[in-house]
């Protein structure tokens, strides 16, 4: 088992020079064609350990089809996949291994507790394990109250959590998330945050597939934009600091002046009411721009600096085929 | 492990969604309906005075009548119970959960035709069990040979389970049934021809039936089976469903093993191959 942190905040950079061990996840050239219709044309991906990496595209870009291959559900047509050091699909790494399928579906007959004891027996753990590990995990996802009730009278909501606890049972350190919060309301969503943060800490690696921009945005060290099943680019978000920063002040007495004064750190500035938009060209400068506002009297009620939007680059990407 | 955990859970799914409960409540209706009508038979025999050999003879020809309809009923609920199990698993994406875990794939298919395996010997065990008792306590009489009888009508649920199997990685829940069901009606129809081809010495006809059960062998493992189970002079006197008037070779019921087993082995194979 890896160690809290560990490789948490690798960078693009360094990615390359992962030898193949440290991958959680590499493919080259993978491809799926369907009854002669290509649903992933050339996916290559490099996802080191303990790594939170998301995967972004419009529907039908061959999202879902690639984490098939990845687990071995779907075989691809050509192209290699290795996880965890292993090829995709062997069924002794998937003792590691945990999957959210996106439409989470399991037989609806057993009750929560018994589904986590059936696939726990599946990852081969024992009884004496599971009574321990059970209640636990019903407990994490919020079901505690549900042990005993049976699937079928469960909310969307309440199969994907427990979905997401069968899919953490064995510890495992390579985690598969297809769209883990699109049942869930705004408190399930914190939840998956949470969980994910977790997972990060004690070194797993997440892979997250989500239509939600904004919490890919929040939740993930790096993103791959997919489209007609191939990376058309990656992002490491950690690192989008660190070049321009575009920072967003709310202030209750701003002024032209004081506007004018930020313009010797920023590439551009624009005042509005009460809201002050800079554009500065290193992070660097910012605590200068906020001592400069502070000192000038600004009463700041929020400094934010903005990631680049994923937004504007997943619809520049998406172009006019988009259709989230 | 795997294969057990997998037959555990399709037996537990069977008696948790009520198939396996309504299932022994048809078979005991069944007995029950079987035992009244044999009864008041008996008891109306007994009343006109009738000779000893058709006092035995009457309730032998009701247990084989009896027989026959357990190896209908076995072979269509074989069909019903199992036929949505890898289809419709596949079509709703459950069968994903399971398919990521770490056991291969052979092991869900052989588990969950374990299960099934299991469910339907216990239930043929009930029926055949059940009937020859009822008879027994009644008339003193029981099938001739009811070991043999009872594992070739196994044999035969156990085949149709394969194909039903097999069907199911191939096509979806309903196409599955269809073809399963209607490979039955094509063996029953050409075990029939077959009778008729043989009392009336046609041996196109004959060949006809020989090539249905080689295509399905189902209704020669129950005619070999009825052969086995009632009296050597009743089978040559009647021509009925348990009639020997061709009677299948013992090659005939090696090949449908052959032919479960294989059909089985081509299951396993698919569902190992396909994308899920």
């Known amino acids: 088992m890896m160690q809290a942190g560990e490789s948490a905040s690798t960078t693009a950079g360094q990615i390359a020079a992962q030898p193949a061990a440290d991958l959680a996840i590499a493919t080259r050239g993978l491809r799926k064609v369907f009854d002669g219709k290509v649903a992933v044309r050339s996916l290559t991906l490099e996802v080191p350990r303990g790594e939170i990496f998301g995967f972004l595209g419009p529907n039908g870009a061959g999202k879902s089809t690639s984490l098939k291959m990845l687990l071995g559900l779907v075989a691809p047509t050509r192209g290699q996949a290795t996880v965890l050091g292993h090829p995709a699909g062997d069924v002794g790494t998937r003792r590691k291994i945990g999957f959210l399928p996106e439409h989470f579906r399991f037989y609806d007959w057993l009750t929560s507790a018994e589904l986590l004891r059936l696939h726990g027996r599946l990852y081969g753990m024992s009884h004496a394990s599971l009574r321990q590990k059970v209640p636990e995990l019903l407990d994490l996802v919020g079901l505690a109250e549900h042990a005993g009730k049976r699937l079928r009278d469960f909310s969307k909501g309440m199969l994907q959590r427990i979905g997401l606890a069968q899919a953490l049972l064995n510890d495992p350190e390579l985690i598969f998330l297809d769209e883990p919060t699109s049942g869930l309301d705004p408190a399930g969503r914190r939840l998956v945050r949470d969980i994910i943060k977790a997972q990060r800490q004690r070194g797993a690696t997440v892979l997250l597939n989500s239509h939600l921009l904004s919490e890919v945005e929040i939740t993930c060290d790096r993103v791959a934009f997919i489209k007609h099943g191939e990376v058309i680019e990656t992002r490491d978000l950690n690192s989008l600091l660190e070049g ?54 600004a009463e700041i009620y929020e400094f934010t600096p903005q990631r680049l939007s994923l937004e504007e680059r997943f619809l520049q990407i998406v172009g006019s085929e988009g259709g989230l | 492990m795997g294969t057990w955990i997998m037959a555990g859970v399709t037996f537990r799914e069977a008696a948790r969604k009520k198939i396996l409960w309504m299932a022994i409540a048809a078979g005991l209706a069944f007995l029950a309906l079987f035992g009244t009508g044999l009864h008041y038979q008996m008891k109306d025999l007994a009343a006109r005075g009738m000779n000893p050999i058709l006092l035995k003879q009457i309730p032998g020809t009701m247990l084989m009548v009896g027989l026959y309809a357990i190896d209908l009923l076995t072979v269509v609920m074989t069909v019903l119970v199992s036929v949505d199990t890898l289809s419709g698993e596949i079509a709703s994406g459950t069968i994903q959960a399971v398919a990521t875990k770490p056991l291969p794939r052979w092991q869900i298919v052989l588990g969950k035709w374990l299960g099934f395996a299991a469910m339907m010997t216990a239930y043929l065990a009930l029926l055949v069990g059940g009937i020859n008792l009822i008879t027994y306590a009644m008339a003193r009489v029981t099938a001739h040979n009811v070991p043999q009888g009872f594992a070739l009508m196994w044999l035969e649920s156990v085949l149709l389970l394969s194909i039903t199997f097999f069907f199911g990685t191939h096509y979806s829940t309903l196409t599955n049934g269809v073809l399963a069901l209607g490979l039955v009606g094509l063996a029953f129809l050409g075990g029939w021809i077959e009778q008729i081809g043989a009392v009336t010495s046609t041996t196109s006809a004959v060949n006809v039936g020989i090539v249905a059960s080689i295509i399905m062998p189902s209704e020669a493992l129950w005619r070999r089976a009825a052969n086995s189970m009632q009296s050597p002079l009743a089978s040559v006197l009647n021509f009925s469903p348990f009639s020997s008037a061709s009677l299948p070779s013992s090659t005939m019921v090696v090949y449908a093993g052959v032919y479960a087993a294989v059909a089985l082995f081509f299951a396993i194979r698919s569902f190992s191959r396909r994308d899920l």
Do not use: C, F
């Open chain 1, 244 to 297: 321009q920063t575009t920072v967003l002040v709310r202030a209750s007495n701003l002024t032209p002046e004081m506007a004018a004064g930020v313009e010797k750190w920023a590439s551009s500035v624009a005042l509005q009411d009460h809201q002050l938009t800079l554009a500065v060209p290193s992070r660097e400068a910012l605590p200068e721009v906020l001592r400069y506002l502070i000192s000038r009297g």
